[in-house]
């Protein structure tokens, strides 16, 4: 991560890939909802007041409707930033974990790396293609089969049918689905959704492979399977963002770390380092 390790003379990182190998620049993101609230009624209002809220609440969402603005329930609204002012760089080959409490922006960060969603402020340069798994049947659609599904996921990745078709019995032994390939996949259990998911997300090759907290569906043993196979990417020179609650995983796979609390960066360093001050914090704050 720039600017937060001390790089050999020869301009290498940690991970021993160049200076140059820059595959995710984030530049002061920041990403901002509306959410509205509703007004405390008193336990008498008259009727004229409630006719004049409700003309107000209708002018408001037809204007916003018009301009082309989120349409928001309730009476009021409050802006809440959920990421703000977040800057890193990620380079080739390096696997990046990504911590904090719940709330704290690691799922919105991980949403505008897989272009799922825009960011309200700055901007990300991603170089490579992006495979990510960010919840249970993320790019599935319920009405295909495992294996339809398989093949569309795929060319969304923007796989080739010759490229899918190599790596297809890999995903089906990994994901160990056979024998209900052909059956819909809103007929799968969230444990098969996410085997099968994840199976094609590392399989078909992508250059940067996104993983949210999604994993701890599955049970011990494809846990550690899929453990051992973000360890294998990692190894062919390709890039991981891992979020977890795990910080045993965490640990186990990352070389690096970044420290999400309330939107914003907190920390940036090796992974231990940031583990440390992330249990501390939570500590202090319990």
């Not at 760089?89 to 904090?100: K, L, S, Y």
């Not at 505008?112 to 293609?129: D, F, K, Q, Y």
């Not at 060319?155 to 089906?172: A, S």
């Amino acid at each position: 991560l720039a600017g937060h390790f001390p790089f050999p003379e020869d301009g290498k990182n940690i991970c021993g890939y160049y200076m140059s190998d820059v595959v995710i620049k984030a530049e002061k993101l920041g990403k901002k909802y509306t959410i509205g609230h509703k007004s405390q009624r008193a336990s008498y209002t008259a009727l004229r007041d409630v006719w004049m809220q409700s003309a107000r609440t209708f002018w408001n969402k037809t204007k916003d409707l018009v301009q082309g603005n989120p349409l928001v329930q309730g009476d009021t609204t409050e802006e809440v930033w959920a990421l703000k002012d977040v800057s890193f760089e990620v380079r080739q080959g390096e696997a990046i974990g990504i911590i904090g409490r719940n709330g704290a922006g690691k799922s919105t960060l991980l949403k505008i790396l897989s272009r799922i969603t825009e960011p309200s402020a700055g901007r990300v340069t991603i170089n490579g293609r992006v495979a990510s798994l960010l919840e249970v049947g993320t790019g599935f659609h319920p009405e295909l089969t495992g294996r339809e599904n398989i093949y569309l996921n795929g060319t969304i990745l923007g796989m080739t049918r010759v490229e899918i078709k190599k790596k297809f019995d890999e995903i089906v032994t990994f994901a160990d689905v056979e024998k209900y390939l052909d059956t819909p996949v809103k007929r799968y259990s969230s444990g098969m959704y996410v085997r099968l998911a994840f199976a094609v997300a590392a399989h078909l090759e992508p250059e940067i492979l996104v993983i949210d907290e999604v994993l701890a569906v599955g049970d011990a043993a494809f846990q550690k399977k899929c453990m051992g196979k973000m360890g294998d990417v990692a190894k062919e020179g390709r890039t991981i963002l891992f979020v977890s609650h795990n910080m045993s995983a965490i640990t186990g796979l990352c070389n690096s770390a970044v420290l999400l609390q309330c939107g914003k960066v907190e920390m940036i360093g090796p992974v231990q380092d940031v583990v440390s001050q992330y249990t501390l914090t939570a500590g202090n704050e319990t």
